[in-house]
């Protein structure tokens, strides 16, 4: 193990960069195709419908108990994911060609660089100091996070605006202003975690693994539930996902802004919104579920030192991730049981709590809690 | 007659709005683990209710003879004229001689029946049902003519009260015709 380690930290930083590059794209394209996967089977297992069932390579039949694994859809994901690859991409007429390939491209970028900032895990080293695992760990963190997941959005308005087609760009608009006014819900609600984290005299820093760190004691959603649900809240209408679905918006706009896509482009646009989820459920984890801590009050270190896992940096990174991806996919659940048990709002309550209920919300408690760090870190 | 539906005052937690998505996200949760509704159907099939109207079949009587006389009253009963009879003679059919006719040729295109059922009670044979097939599928616009053989096929031996030509022939052989 110390050799693959050895190796690694042997090679040109280049190529670290583009193997961590390619490692990103294999695991969040085929986790995008899981999702769709899971949001069928979620969805049809909440209406009473076994869901995809069928798909079954004949090359495979013979092996016993591949059954379960047809009867689970697994298939299917190949089958969509193949389809998706090599159905026939039409390209309206109507189009601006130019930026109507762009938008995919940008909805990806975005989505697959947040990933790099947020920490998935942690390590002891020898001098038995928590490390993170984070493909890049920036200092700026979760603002980095915010400032180029919200780049996501050019994508929608973009594609709206190339299709040059009214629901396309009734789509792109809503999902700009949509974006527009949970930003700062959003952005707000966060804002208590920090002041807790920058304590006066400390290094300041917006770094996430030092939030996680933060929170080896009470988790930061126990104490600031207001917080978390203006930030959770946001996050769904940040994603698009129901009931903050204004930018498909099928009933009203057809499909919104992917009306005029088609294949593996259409495909793309959906694999960013899954890529969103899964960084925006990691990032609520770590901001107020204690990210790769298993209990409040009982830290990862408490762990490592019980399972004797503090000389075994790969087992227990292992044991982080795990830890940290059942809490974010919990979340992934949550999006798709919010979507299958809530109608979609229409346009104008979106904007009305938006701008009405959440911002107003958000502005309170932020006032609440700067005022009781205040007095709390200041007291001694 | 016209009334008011009397709007109440929204309570706190349904102003609040996230225990009423509480509660439906209990619903929703407790039918992700409640048994599926749905029949998967080519391997389950529902049950066919009584009297239920299927594909039309010629039926042969339990003596494995054939009914049909071939009046023709039901290719003149149908109303989208999808059955095509070609009457013929029974000489063939020793232990019908007595019938004087039987459909030389019988087609039911199932692409015109509005499966109406109009055709089993307009047979004065009772040679002529719906019975429960309900899928029909081809690949041809022929595939989907059922001519005689099919339709003997499908339709199969159906028990029968009456044995109305034995009657006839032991009158006939009686001397009485009426």
Partial sequence: ?????????????????????????????????????????????????????????????????????????????????????????????????????????????????????????????????????????????????????????????????????????????????????????????????????????????????????????????????????????????????????????????????????????????????????????????????????????VPLADVAVWLHLTTQPILLGLLSIGIFLGKALFFIFLFMWVRWTVPRFRYDQVMKLGWQKLLPLAIANLLFYALLIAWIQTRN | MPYVVERKPLTLSERIYLPQILAGMRVTLRRLFAPNVTMEYPEQRPAIPTGYRGVPTLVKDPHGREKCVSCQLCEFVCPPKAIRITPGSVEDQPDRTHVEKGPQAFDIDMLRCIYCGLCQEVCPEEAIFLQNQYTLSGYTRAELVNDKAKLYELGGTLPDQHFKWDKKKAAAEHGNTH
């Fill in chain 1, 1 to 297: 193990m110390t050799a693959v380690i050895e190796l690694w930290s042997g090679l040109h930083p280049l190529l670290q960069a583009v193997i961590k590059g390619l490692a990103v794209i294999g695991v969040m394209f085929p986790f995008g195709g899981a999702c769709s996967l899971i949001e069928r089977k979620v969805s049809a297992w909440m209406q009473g419908r076994p869901g995809p069932n069928r798909a079954l390579p004949f090359w495979v039949a013979w092996v016993p108990g591949i059954g379960l694994l047809q009867r689970l859809g697994v298939f299917h994901l190949m089958a969509d994911g193949g389809k998706m690859f090599f159905k026939e991409d039409p390209v309206p007429g109507h189009v601006n060609k130019f930026y109507f390939y762009l938008a995919p491209v940008v909805g990806m970028i975005p989505a697959l660089t947040t990933v790099t900032v947020v920490p998935f895990g942690a390590y002891l080293n020898e001098a038995g100091k928590m490390v993170p695992l984070v493909l890049a760990n920036l200092d700026v963190g979760i603002l980095a996070v915010f400032a180029v997941s919200s780049l996501g959005v050019y994508a929608l308005i973009l594609a709206g605006w190339a299709s040059n087609s009214k629901y396309p760009f009734l789509g792109g608009i809503r999902a700009s202003a949509q974006l527009i006014s949970y930003e700062l819900s959003m952005t707000l609600s966060v804002l208590p975690v920090f002041l807790w984290v920058n304590v006066p005299g400390g290094n300041g820093t917006l770094s996430l693994f030092d939030v996680v760190s933060a929170q080896n004691g009470a988790w930061f959603g126990l104490w600031m539930p207001l917080s978390a649900i203006v930030f959770l809240v946001a996050l769904f209408a940040e994603t698009n996902r129901l009931p903050f679905d204004m930018a498909e918006g099928e009933a009203d706009l057809v499909g919104g802004f992917h009306t005029e896509y088609g294949a593996m482009k259409w495909g793309l646009f959906f694999v960013a919104e899954y890529s969103h989820m899964l960084i925006g459920s990691g990032v609520f984890v770590l901001l107020f579920l204690g990210g790769w801590n298993p209990l409040p009050w």
